[in-house]
């Protein structure tokens, strides 16, 4: 029996492949297409204290190898959430995390607190890229004060475990990630989206309808490398690594570079059986190289020259 | 006028499907039919619905390709796809050989609505609007609804056979240069009808086709009070409600909570009155 099992702090996930915030709906839509069980986690859209109608059309590009989008954090609030979402997600073996975000750190709070009163969740993500309203739309993460401040009035309140969810469009990534650990972070992922933007040459009109957007897909999976190096050398608790995944060949790049566990985002929307695949395609890694546990693989970029 | 509860098929299992390819055609310019073995989907298609097919050997085509049902054979185990080349997934799809196997989604979406007592169903297809109209027409010939086909097209070329539709409805042929049918737009054809038949409460029209014509039948919907269904097309990332990106703007919307349906999960079948039609 190989294990196949990841720690991210207080957390344990039966295998470090878990699916990206805003990529995965509810999951319940994958329901007759993937056994959701077998997933390491499944991390919820980004919910809000208040319901949110979402960005005008047009919200998504595809570009080679990648996409852009500017959805606008689309969800029914956490009030709905908890009686419309939950209850699937209940039914879930795997981990299921929430993802939080809000226009001001109060957001965050008040979004958390209301979701402590409730079962089936194993932890929260927070979404620091989207704007703070009090910052003149700045993201949360844009700089470590105000990341340190957020992340220390949500683990106040916050009994479960604490993931930051960190912008790559800053100039220090690990700056952010050292503000979020010394003030209760129990692990954080990267890479969101990094801004973006396409021009239709016929119209001369930006392609989305709020200009720039949020780049993803494989074609960010260099920078986000990048990223997490960065991290995983400047942070002492664990890194989950986003950006591009889309083969095993990718989470194997991450878990040596020293990511804990792994998210698949984009690959959802075009190959929503990647995320099964990939698990058992990463088993059969295991077996051929002959490993007993995913932790002997895991950091170990050899930098030796 | 009430609005009519569209059909919605939240129950119906969404699969991953691999389907060999049976037959490819091309049936006017540049226009393709692939017909493809699917045993499951060809017996729990309705009109509407469509599927999302994973361009084989373009790795640098990332999304899906949607497109309607066009048909659907449960004796012989098919569904045909409709299709027009327009860039490189469709360049890429009519290049395919019998035997081929493709990685497909489906069925997508919710499907078009007909009432058993509607006295004409009236289509208004515009270009490759015409390719759910097949299966449609497979329903309302079962059920004995009296349909009437209105056709557009540029020009004589892109004109689809018409032997698959007339024996279960009035066909009348538009084209923009006037090469085949009467010359104009399809809508002055539509227009023409209305202004002939009564009864508007127990008649429907059935629409697909590019924006423009869409607006202009929007117009004719409301100035003949008559009921209309739609199936949009918009971008499409995923076709299963989880990219978010297939907004299409609610003509009433509930400010600050919910303005916008998805194309793929709450669509791609809209009553016209519901939505604002944009490019
Ligand atoms: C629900 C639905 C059903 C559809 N049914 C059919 C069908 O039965 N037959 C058919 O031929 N086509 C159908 N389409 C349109 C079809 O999906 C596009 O033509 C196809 O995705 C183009 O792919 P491509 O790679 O060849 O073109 P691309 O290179 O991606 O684009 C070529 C051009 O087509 C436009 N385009 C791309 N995708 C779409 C889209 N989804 N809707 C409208 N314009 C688009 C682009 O803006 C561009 O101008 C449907 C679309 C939707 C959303
Ligand atoms: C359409 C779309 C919607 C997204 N929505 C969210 C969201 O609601 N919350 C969030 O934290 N991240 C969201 N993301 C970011 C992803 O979770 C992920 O961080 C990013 O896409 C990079 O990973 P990828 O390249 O694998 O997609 C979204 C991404 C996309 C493409
Ligand atoms: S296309 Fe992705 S939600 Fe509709």
């Known amino acids: ?305 | 006028m009430a609005v009519i509860p569209l059909n919605t098929h939240d129950h119906q299992p969404i699969r991953l499907c691999r389907s060999e390819i049976v037959s490819i055609t091309e049936i006017a310019w540049e226009t393709f039919v692939l017909r493809l073995k699917e045993p499951a989907l060809s017996q729990n298609a309705h009109p509407g619905q469509f599927v999302e097919i994973r361009v084989p050997r373009c790795a640098d085509i990332l999304w899906r390709r949607p497109f309607s049902i066009h048909d659907a054979d449960g004796e012989a185990e098919t569904i045909d796809i409709l299709f027009h080349a327009v860039g490189r997934g469709t360049e890429a799809l009519k290049h395919l050989q019998v035997g081929d196997v493709l990685d497909l989604l489906g069925p997508l979406g919710n499907s078009f609505h007909i009432d058993d007592h509607l006295t004409e169903a009236i289509i208004v297809a515009g270009g490759l609007g015409i390719a759910p109209f097949k299966l449609f027409l497979r329903k309302t010939r079962q059920r004995n609804v009296p349909t009437t086909l209105f056709y557009g097209v540029g020009k004589k070329e892109q004109l689809c056979r018409l032997d698959d539709f007339q024996p279960s409805a009035q066909v009348r042929v538009s084209s923009v240069d006037g090469s085949v049918g009467s010359r104009g737009m399809v809508t002055d054809l539509l227009i023409e009808h209305l202004r002939t038949v009564p009864d508007m409460e127990r008649k429907c029209l059935f629409v697909c086709g590019p924006t423009p014509m869409l607006r202009k039948v929007q117009e004719i919907a409301a100035q003949f009070q008559i009921k209309a269904q739609v199936s949009v097309e918009t971008i499409m990332a995923c076709g299963f409600g989880v990219c978010v990106g297939c907004a299409v703007p609610m003509r009433f919307p509930d400010p600050g909570k919910k303005e916008y349906f998805l194309a793929c999960k709450e669509g791609p079948v809209f009553n016209m009155e519901e939505i604002i039609i944009h490019d």
């Open chain 1, 1 to 305: 029996m190989i294990d196949m099992s990841v720690k991210i702090g207080p957390l344990r996930l039966q295998n470090p492949i878990m699916t990206a915030s805003g990529t995965f709906g509810y999951a319940e839509e994958f329901k007759d297409i993937i056994p959701l069980n077998q997933l390491g986690a499944v991390i919820t859209k980004t919910v809000t204290v208040e319901p949110r109608p979402g960005n005008p059309p047009r919200r998504i590009v595809e570009l080679n190898n990648g996409m852009l989008n500017s959805i606008g954090l689309p969800n029914v609030g956490v009030e709905q959430f908890i009686i419309e979402k939950l209850y699937f997600l209940q039914s879930l073996k795997t981990t299921v995390i929430v993802n939080v975000a809000g226009k001001t750190g109060d957001g965050f709070v008040e979004c958390v607190r209301r979701l402590e009163d409730v079962d089936g969740i194993a932890g929260y993500e927070l979404n620091y890229s989207c704007p703070n309203v009090k910052e003149g739309g700045l993201s949360f993460s844009s700089n470590a004060a105000t990341a340190a401040q957020v992340t220390r009035a949500v683990r106040r309140v916050a009994k479960r475990p604490l993931i930051v969810k960190l912008t790559p469009n800053v100039t220090s990534i690990s700056e952010i990630g050292l503000a979020c650990q010394e003030n209760g972070a129990d692990a954080v992922s990267a890479i969101n989206t990094l801004v973006g933007m396409a021009v239709n040459v016929k119209t001369r009109r930006p392609k989305l309808a709020t200009i720039t957007g949020g780049y993803s897909g494989p074609a960010i999976k260099p920078i986000a490398l990048a990223k997490v190096y960065e991290l995983v050398s400047k942070l002492t608790i664990p890194v989950i690594a986003i950006g591009g995944i889309a083969t095993v060949e990718d989470v194997l790049e991450f878990l040596i570079t020293g990511a804990s566990a792994v998210q698949l985002g984009t690959v959802n929307f075009y190959d929503p059986g990647a995320s099964v695949r990939i698990i058992d395609e990463l088993h059969a890694y295991c077996i051929q190289h002959q490993l007993g546990s995913l932790s002997e693989i895991i950091a170990t970029l050899n930098i030796s020259r």
